[in-house]
């Protein structure tokens, strides 16, 4: 498609529970990046993927958050044993690697409410 | 590490009004910096790119510079109106570690424009 698309739009879940969030990036876009937005403005990077590859994860809790990118799936991002301060936006952008500006483009994001 | 730092916070302007939003980041090894539009509850739409050998972008009404040598970009809008009210943020992307060009976005915090008429 020509837009990131991310599902779902809204999810809640329960303190401990699990938490999937998926993005499908543009066709063709050989990047996908993970970000996490809390208190409204403060954007942290996550992981970011090459193909099916992982890229960097240096922004990646290790112990509770997961991702992949597996060949004709949709991305996802998996946080088992959610806790309070995982309530935030995620969002999901892909890049193209023969643009030569290398945009970045974003979805428009999965806001995760942990009660 | 990267630091972003948007100035001002917030900037509350009549409906007509030329502004500028400030941008800037304390490691000048970047491989591009863009601008972007956010609306309340919605997703992040990219305004303008700025390669790191290029001066400045212009799109209609916007023009973004960039000095990478003193770390700061501005973004200048002209004529602004109240569709232009959203949060502006601004973002640097890294080189990579390895040497690639395909590093993450470091975000300021971004400048809560409210245009009013």
């Known amino acids: 498609g020509e837009e990131v698309a991310q599902t779902p739009k809204h999810l809640v879940r329960g303190e401990g529970q699990k938490a999937k969030l998926y993005c499908a990036p543009i066709?063709?876009?050989?990047?996908v990046f993970w970000y996490q937005q809390v208190l409204k403005n403060e954007f942290k990077f996550l992981i970011s993927?090459?193909?099916?590859?992982?890229?960097?994860e240096t922004g990646m809790p290790k112990e509770r958050f997961s991702a992949k990118c597996l060949p004709n799936s949709p991305c996802s991002l998996e946080i088992q044993a959610t806790k309070l301060e995982d309530s935030a936006v995620y969002f999901c952008?892909?890049?193209?690697?023969?643009?030569?500006?290398?945009?970045?483009?974003f979805g428009p994001g999965t806001r995760l409410t942990v009660t | 590490k990267q630091e972003v730092t948007q100035i001002p916070a917030a900037l509350s302007v009549p409906e007509g009004e030329n502004l500028v939003l400030n941008c800037s980041f304390t490691?000048?090894?970047?491989?591009?910096l863009q601008w972007f539009r956010q609306d309340p509850g919605k997703g992040l739409t990219s305004l303008l790119l700025?390669?790191?050998?290029?001066r400045e972008q212009t799109s209609g009404r916007l023009n973004a510079s960039l000095d990478k040598s003193s770390g700061r970009s501005t973004l200048y809008i002209a004529a602004s109106q109240p569709g232009d009210s959203a949060t502006y943020l601004c973002?640097?992307?890294?080189?990579?570690?390895?040497?690639?060009?395909?590093?993450?976005?470091?975000f300021g915090q971004g400048t809560i424009l409210t245009v009013h008429p």
């Open positions: 993927f090459q193909n099916e590859n992982v890229f960097d």
């Open positions: 700025i390669q790191s050998s290029q």
């Open positions: 952008a892909s890049s193209h690697h023969r643009v030569v500006n290398y945009e970045q483009y």
């Open positions: 973002a640097v992307r890294a080189r990579h570690a390895g040497g690639t060009s395909y590093g993450k976005l470091t």
């Open positions: 066709k063709g876009h050989s990047y």
């Open positions: 490691d000048s090894a970047i491989y591009n």
